[in-house]
């Protein structure tokens, strides 16, 4: 391929992936504006989106799954002892190897050695112990042996330093003397930060620049340092708790022969001690079962430790259950070592989804404290819910409205268009606008949002509608509760953005009925209650209807129970079923006065209840409207048709 003069390439390394698709913020808004129509708050609609996550995102839940399984996976494939089989492996052959040098001495002494290696204690550690001042007549016994020893201070420093059992195949004396060396002044150095001397910053200073070597990790501060230390120190200790006692005894006595100096021994101890004292919020009384078969040694289960820790903290990072959490809380260096850069690399995503979400205005803090859906994403999910249920309108029939004259008539005059404007361009004036803005520069016409004017159109009549959505109980059993707020949604939308002069009002009715705003309808959770207060709904109506004398009025009910409730005069509910002469009474007298005042009514009953196909027949009689029974699923398209039909008629 060949590269463009003055272009260069090179790693991505951090940041996000500038050849990652973007995020369908409209997608993800759909499913959480679902969710809360369902009942869900928006905090949790938009929790569960990122643990279902996307169609092209694995979710939190498949990541913490992913992460579950890892944890399984090291504890079903390690056990501890691998240190200790490593010794007494060690042991067997430099027994061996001695023996078979003393076997053809016939002198005393080669007799009285082998009584010496016979009486050795059974157990490992007491033997090691035991030959510690044993002079060995094989070479090769002694390798073993010092082996041993090169094995144990390797071991006991590799779990408590990063990569130091690696950096320590080749000891030499003066490599053991440096170690003791560095562990004193570790020491030293966290015993005056413990007392808080002032001049603990420059004995820091100090110790880095004479031992840094040991400390790959790079730390810039002496709380830096006690952080890595610790963390490693307590995942040593887990795995020690993680032992058998006998195992625990075993390993302790050994670690007095490590390079052959128990003063190593020693200063792991007293390091141990103080990290403790420095860092109690670790975890050093924690453990896990290893039942595999691959054992590991003292270094590598520390490590193996760790990467427990590490996914524990990553399983409760992606859990997202503490106060204030958000996805960027998630270490993401930690999940790519342990799950790869796939996961990373959805990590970030989602992370993104939730940061668009709240960036762009989709997702909104209530006064309250409370996360909510904010207008503009209540417009987006209005322009969504309502393309949907043109569409199922159109499948059965009725056209789409979105064409001329669902503004009115042209009146020959424009005006600069406005956010959230549908009517269409007046066309010459734009690019009129647009030609004598950039005149005299020079360059191509181009247009801008300012130089934009729609023609504007005058309403020949204007409606007053009322929105009546029952929110008993009995409409959440039947799955009615989303078509039902979609149908609301979509009326909105529908009114808002085509029909601007007309008054729409929503008004729920349960026990009691109350007008409500749009998001408080769409973020309304369903609760038991008995009671179906059609009574109480027409008298709302009948107030918003009178409040716009000029107006067409409009009834809209959505039910699917026949009234069992009315309104008393001292504004109390009163409740019965089978519905009381009282219930009845009431709810046709406001039906009535809604006739008398011109009103169209129109029932949408959802069911097949005899009892309540018998009153919707005997209200739209009543009224001269009439009854509609969609299923759920149609809901919303009848509604709209229904409003459409009646604007068309006006």
Aim: no cysteine; hydrophobic share 40%; proline share 5%.
């Amino acid at each position: 391929m060949t590269i463009p003069e003055g272009w260069s390439y090179g790693p991505w390394h951090d940041g996000p992936d500038p050849l990652a698709p973007p995020v369908d913020l409209r997608d993800a808004l759909d499913e959480i504006g679902r969710d809360v129509m369902n009942g869900s708050s928006p905090r949790s609609a938009l929790e569960e989106l990122l643990r279902r996550g996307t169609q092209r995102t694995q979710g939190l839940d498949d990541l913490t799954r992913r992460l579950w399984e890892r944890r399984r996976e090291i504890q079903r494939r390690h056990n501890l002892d691998g240190t200790l089989r490593d010794v007494q492996r060690l042991l067997d052959e430099a027994l061996e190897a001695e023996r078979r040098e003393l076997f053809p001495n016939p002198s005393d002494d080669a007799r009285f050695r082998e009584v010496q290696l016979d009486a050795l204690p059974s157990g490992t550690a007491a033997a090691v112990r035991e030959l510690a001042s044993y002079d060995w007549q094989s070479s090769e016994g002694r390798a073993k042996y010092e082996e041993i020893r090169e094995l144990l201070g390797r071991e006991l420093l590799g779990s408590r330093f990063e990569g130091m059992k690696d950096a320590l195949q080749q000891t030499t004396p003066e490599d053991v003397e440096r170690i003791n060396e560095m562990l004193g002044d570790l020491n030293a150095l966290l015993a005056a930060h413990a007392q808080g001397r002032p001049d603990v910053p420059q004995l820091f200073e100090q110790f880095m620049a004479k031992h840094g070597e040991f400390f790959p990790e790079n730390p810039r501060t002496v709380e830096e340092l006690i952080d890595v230390l610790a963390a490693r120190a307590a995942a040593a200790q887990r795995m020690m708790n993680s032992m058998t006692p006998e195992q625990r005894a075993e390993l302790a006595e050994l670690s007095q022969q490590a390079f052959g100096s128990p003063q190593l021994a020693q200063q792991l101890a007293q390091l141990d001690s103080q990290l403790q004292s420095l860092r109690p919020g670790e975890d050093w009384s924690g453990s896990a079962q290893m039942s595999g078969d691959d054992p590991l040694g003292l270094a590598e289960g520390a490590r193996a430790m760790s990467d427990l820790a590490e996914l524990d903290a990553l399983a409760e990072q992606l859990a997202q259950s503490y106060p204030g959490a958000r996805l960027e809380d998630i270490d993401l260096d930690a999940l790519t070592r342990q799950l790869g850069d796939e996961a990373t690399v959805d990590a970030r995503r989602l992370s993104e989804l939730e940061r668009q979400l709240r960036d762009q205005g989709l997702l909104e803090r209530a006064p309250d404290g409370s996360l909510q859906l904010s207008p503009k994403a209540l417009r987006q999910l209005g322009q969504t819910a309502l393309a949907d249920v043109l569409r199922s309108a159109r499948g059965s029939g009725e056209r789409d409205a979105a064409n001329a004259g669902a503004a009115g008539e042209l009146s020959g005059s424009t005006r600069p268009w406005q956010f959230g404007d549908t009517q269409a361009w007046d066309v010459s004036r734009t690019v009129r606008n647009a030609v004598l803005r950039t005149a005299g520069r020079g360059s191509s016409v181009q247009l801008d949002v300012a130089d934009v004017e729609i023609a504007e159109t005058e309403h020949r009549a204007r409606a007053a509608v009322a929105l009546l959505v029952d929110t008993s109980w009995s409409m959440v059993q039947e799955n009615r509760w989303l078509p039902m707020k979609r149908t609301a949604l979509a009326l909105h939308q529908l009114i808002s953005t085509r029909y601007r002069n007309d008054a729409l009002q929503l008004i729920t009715f349960g026990r009691y009925a109350g007008v409500v705003e749009l998001p408080q309808l769409i973020g309304l959770e369903g609760t038991w209650e008995q009671g179906t207060n059609a009574h109480h709904a027409l008298l709302l109506a009948g107030r918003h209807l009178r409040r716009h004398p000029d107006a067409q009025p409009v009834v809209l009910m959505v039910t699917d129970g026949e009234p069992t409730a009315h309104l008393e005069p001292d504004g109390t509910a009163e409740f019965s079923y089978p519905p009381e002469p009282a219930t009845l009474r009431k709810t046709i007298f406001e039906v009535d006065r809604l006739a008398k005042l011109g009103a169209t009514l129109t029932v949408f009953r959802l069911g097949d209840d005899p009892r309540l196909n018998a009153f919707v027949d005997l209200l739209a009689r009543r009224s001269g409207g009439r009854v509609v029974a969609p299923d759920a699923d149609g809901l919303g398209a009848a509604v709209v048709s229904d409003y459409l039909q009646t604007r068309r008629k006006l």
